[in-house]
């Protein structure tokens, strides 16, 4: 038995990992539908050996749908995601457009599972950077408590979309070539300003909120104490882009409530945590990187140690794959859970 299932946003980067992982983890399909903007329907992409083409989202594509995964940008989920419920169909959203809404489970499975039982037709997936955080941090909170959380990503620039990975790229051979570089696009697309990001640094992802933080920023500090049920929990962030292209690495510090522990507790509970993989082991030099932790669907922690002035502080370094742990592979994994838990 299979579920008719719909992709809005194929043509994207995040829409295309969708597929990828829909034909990877062997996810049951009745059908498949493809939908887009105006701009790219008509375009044909390849699924399970098969030629698909991709049509025009509209109101009544979702006409027998039960599962619409969106990943086109907040204001198509703005326009179609209750048009799509209305028809019938769940839908999983990979935008920002609803994670904040009171009504709308914002969800990482192994973190809150249990938040899908209160849906309503439409689901979150929480962005990248938040979801690879807290599957590290909720094992640990469990078993220890957290009491604070700080910060500071690494991030790649295919979480700015396909255009700024091409614009990396044209600037990489234009910097190794000795041309001048040419900024269109990062920081942010249709920002007042753009910096070269080859060979570069920009503490800026998303545009300036009026607290001096980010949208990543608050994105990063808002969907942590939604997901992980702590209102009150102390979470900063401070979100850069880097110039590589796939999976985002985090330098995440906290501060947990039990007394007396050491790196090796901490470890014991990732050890032993769904779709963690601890690779910590200095003498050695294992650590994850983004270039190891890219294609995998795991959240790879590593770098685990006790602050040295701070008898509760530890710091850890947490990698994933951002097109896949942070957006479609998580947003599958909701789709199996729904399925699982019969609440389609
Ligand atoms: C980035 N984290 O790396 C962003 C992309 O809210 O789903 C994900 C945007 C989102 O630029």
């Keep these: 038995q299979g579920y ?22 062997a996810f049951p ?4 539908t493809l939908l887009s903007s105006s701009r790219s329907a008509g375009k044909k992409i390849a699924f399970k050996g098969e030629e698909i083409t991709v049509k025009e989202a509209t109101p009544e594509s979702f006409e027998g749908v039960q599962i619409a995964l969106f990943s086109a940008g907040g204001s198509v989920s703005k326009r179609l995601a209750h048009e799509a419920v209305s028809r019938g169909a769940v839908v999983i959203d990979n935008t920002s457009a609803f994670r904040m809404d009171e009504e709308v489970p914002l969800v990482v499975p192994e973190v809150n599972e249990k938040d899908l039982s209160s849906h309503k037709g439409i689901i979150a997936n929480p962005n990248c ?3 690879q955080m807290v599957a590290a941090l909720q094992p640990i909170k469990e078993s220890h408590g957290i009491s604070r959380v700080i910060v500071s990503t690494y991030q790649a620039v295919s979480g700015a979309g ?20 040419e900024a269109d696009i990062m920081p942010v697309k249709g920002d ?12 800026q992802i998303d545009t300036f909120e009026e607290n001096g933080y980010t949208f990543e920023e608050m994105k990063m ?11 009150n929990l102390p979470v900063a962030a401070t979100c850069v882009r880097l110039p590589f292209f796939t999976s985002h690495a985090e330098s995440v510090y906290i501060e947990v409530e039990k007394e007396g ?22 003498s050695e030099q294992e650590y994850p990187t983004p270039l190891s932790a890219a294609g995998k669907s795991d959240v790879f922690v590593g770098r685990v140690r006790k602050d040295p002035d701070h008898p509760k502080g530890f710091h850890l370094w947490v990698v994933s794959d951002n097109l ?5 592979w998580n947003s599958v994994q909701i789709a199996e859970s729904l399925i699982k838990n019969n609440l389609l």
């Design 29 to 32: 399909l009745a059908s498949l």
């Design 221 to 231: 500090i808002n969907e942590t104490k939604k997901i992980m049920h702590a209102p």
């Design 4 to 25: 008719h299932v719909a992709v809005v946003g194929a043509t994207g980067a995040v829409g295309q990992k969708m597929l990828e992982t829909l034909e990877k983890k």
């Design 261 to 282: 522990l050491q790196a090796a507790d901490i470890h014991e509970v990732l050890r032993n945590a769904d779709g963690i993989t601890l690779e910590d082991n200095p």
């Design 162 to 181: 396909t255009s700024a990975a091409e614009e990396l790229r044209e600037q990489s051979k234009a910097f190794l070539n000795g041309e001048d570089l």
């Design 129 to 131: 950077s938040t979801i």
């Design 324 to 328: 896949l742990k942070g957006a479609a």
């Design 192 to 203: 007042k300003k753009h910096f070269p990001i080859a060979f570069n640094a920009l503490p």
